[in-house]
């Protein structure tokens, strides 16, 4: 049985904060942000909306345009690492919101290469035969472990999620390789203490080397070339990062997603948001061969090569 993305949804605060206002909180510029990030805009959920809340409306999306109810799902994985509170988990409140009973349910923490981690264990458990249908979540209310008087970091982070039901698809379709990997000991550059505080140089110098190793791999464990890939998403972090991804598997930059100037980096919820967002815009369409590929705090990475359908 070979399992793939069946549905898709997305959610993102209609709070929108720009550059600009961000000028008037901390010593930074809309230029300076925008030159070394690409970041416009980030969207910033409400005080009484909690990481749970998102998830449902994503999650109720991805199911509606997946096909199935709630009463379908064998199983619930929910990547953050801004959950409500230490436990029950995000998962949990997901099941029991959703009504979906006979659902397992919990969290997955990988930071931003979560989805990544919760898409491939998905795939083990369908391919195994274990589950039919997986919902996978990848969610974040960074606003809330944000240090906004920290110019350093408080620019770059947002609040979403994103979700994707995992099922069975044709033979041919699907998830076809994936690659995920973790160097604990680069754990110091990026952690939550109160707050988010990342060397940012380290994680630039680990990303860019990551993102595009990953993304080529994914490739080549399945026997294709570079110039086989029709679309691009990569984790929404930095602009820069992205593009040296794109440069190493050579592809022309329509074809790789943009949502980072909108929604700045959404961590666990960045690739899924974007697929989404992609997905309802057309950009990927039915046969096409997609590669997802993140890196994030642990330090963790993950990418995964499939061919688009049901």
């Excluded at 993305?5 to 720009?18: A, D, F, M, S």
């Excluded at 060397?199 to 399945?222: H, L, P």
């Excluded at 074809?255 to 057309?282: F, Q, R």
Aim: charged fraction near 25%; include cysteine.
């Amino acid at each position: 049985m070979n399992a793939g993305i069946i549905g898709t949804g997305h959610y993102v605060p209609e709070n929108v904060l720009t550059n600009k206002e961000l000028e008037k909180m901390v010593d930074t510029s809309d230029e300076w942000i925008r030159t070394r990030t690409g970041i416009e805009e980030r969207r910033i959920a409400e005080d009484d909306m909690d990481t749970s809340d998102m998830a449902l409306l994503a999650a109720n999306k991805a199911l509606d345009n997946a096909g199935i109810s709630a009463e379908d799902l064998d199983m619930i994985l929910v990547a953050t690492v801004t959950p409500d509170q230490p436990f029950p988990s995000v998962a949990c409140m997901l099941q029991d919101q959703l009504g979906a009973k006979k659902a397992a349910a919990m969290d997955v923490s990988a930071a931003c290469s979560g989805f990544m981690y919760g898409l491939v264990t998905a795939k083990q458990f369908i391919e195994g035969g274990s589950y039919r249908h997986v919902l996978v979540v990848g969610v974040e209310k960074l606003s809330k472990i944000v240090d906004w008087e920290d110019r350093n970091t408080c620019v770059l982070f947002g609040d979403g999620a994103g979700a994707a039901v995992v099922g069975p698809v044709q033979e041919g379709k699907g998830i076809l390789s994936f690659e995920l990997g973790a160097d604990g000991s680069g754990g110091k550059h990026l952690y939550q203490d109160e707050y988010v505080v990342m060397n940012g140089r380290e994680v630039f110098k680990f990303a860019v080397r990551q993102m595009g190793e990953s993304a080529v791999n994914v490739i080549d464990k399945i026997g294709l070339k570079k110039e086989d890939v029709d679309y691009l998403i990569p984790h929404q972090a930095n602009i820069r990062i992205m593009e040296v991804a794109r440069e190493r598997l050579g592809i022309d930059r329509e074809k790789m997603s943009m949502s980072v100037h909108k929604y700045g980096n959404t961590s666990a919820a960045s690739i899924p948001i974007a697929l989404s967002e992609d997905v309802e815009n057309g950009k990927i369409k039915d046969g096409d061969l997609v590669v997802l590929v993140g890196f994030g705090g642990g330090l963790t990475w993950g990418a995964v090569a499939l061919r688009w359908g049901k």
